[in-house]
């Protein structure tokens, strides 16, 4: 099983709204990513959670806030979006074991429009 | 800086025939290359992936060539079907990193 769920699918909110993302694996990954995707781009990582612990910050601005609450859960709260924080907003996980290959598996993503 | 580099941005091919992305990387401390396929409104799915200790590696209609030396790495899509009308993204890592550098993504169209 290499599934990665994500929740809510779609995700309308207004810019002073707060609202969180939710994901779930059942893989025994102990890595866990967020990423955020404009349309026709690469997704660009957002921040890496390492055996429950935040590893990697690519400077996200502070209205966007990680939570890893166990090794098969991660959260990505919303505060005071701007509109150009629209955008597919995807999970991934991956082993981060030693001598295994740390490939990367993808949740359906998070579709955010804000208003 | 881009440390991935992908080309071409899109690609129509024929029912049938054969698509080929390449992409190009600098830094040579990278040692997996995996590439992804992702459908409009989905998110990425691993396709295949190739490490540097073979030149080739081939699944079903996909292939990865890999020229170490050259750092390039290229996915051929043989006899490609209107159902692998997808995005292509190449990336690359050092295998027991956590950080992934995606190429720029190629849009495939294959007519019928």
């Known amino acids: 099983d290499t599934e990665v769920t994500q929740t809510p699918k779609h995700l309308v909110m207004g810019m002073t709204n707060k609202k969180s993302l939710k994901c779930e694996q059942h893989m025994g990954h102990r890595a866990m990513y967020w990423y955020k995707q404009k349309a026709k781009k690469p997704p660009e990582l957002m921040f890496v959670y390492s055996y429950e612990k935040l590893s990697i910050n690519e400077s996200v601005p502070s209205r966007f806030s990680p939570e890893c609450p166990n090794s098969s859960l991660l959260n990505l709260h919303l505060h005071a979006l701007q509109p150009e924080d629209s955008a597919l907003y995807l999970c991934a996980s991956s082993h981060q074991g030693q001598g295994v290959i740390d490939t990367q598996y993808f949740g359906p993503g998070t579709r955010l429009t804000v208003l | 800086q881009q440390q991935v580099k992908q080309s071409p941005q899109s690609l129509i091919v024929q029912k049938g025939g054969i698509s080929i992305i390449n992409c190009a990387y600098e830094?040579?401390?990278?040692?997996?290359f995996p590439w992804y396929q992702q459908f409009p409104g989905k998110g990425p799915a691993l396709l295949i992936a190739?490490?540097?200790?073979?030149s080739e590696k081939k699944e079903g209609r996909f292939t990865i060539s890999f020229n170490k030396s050259a750092k390039q790495f290229s996915l051929h899509i043989m006899d490609s079907q209107p159902g692998d009308s997808a995005t292509y993204f190449c990336a690359a890592s050092m295998i027991m990193g956590n950080q992934f550098y995606f190429g720029t993504g190629t849009s495939l169209t294959v007519i019928p």
């Open positions: 830094n040579t401390a990278f040692d997996y």
């Open positions: 190739i490490r540097p200790d073979v």
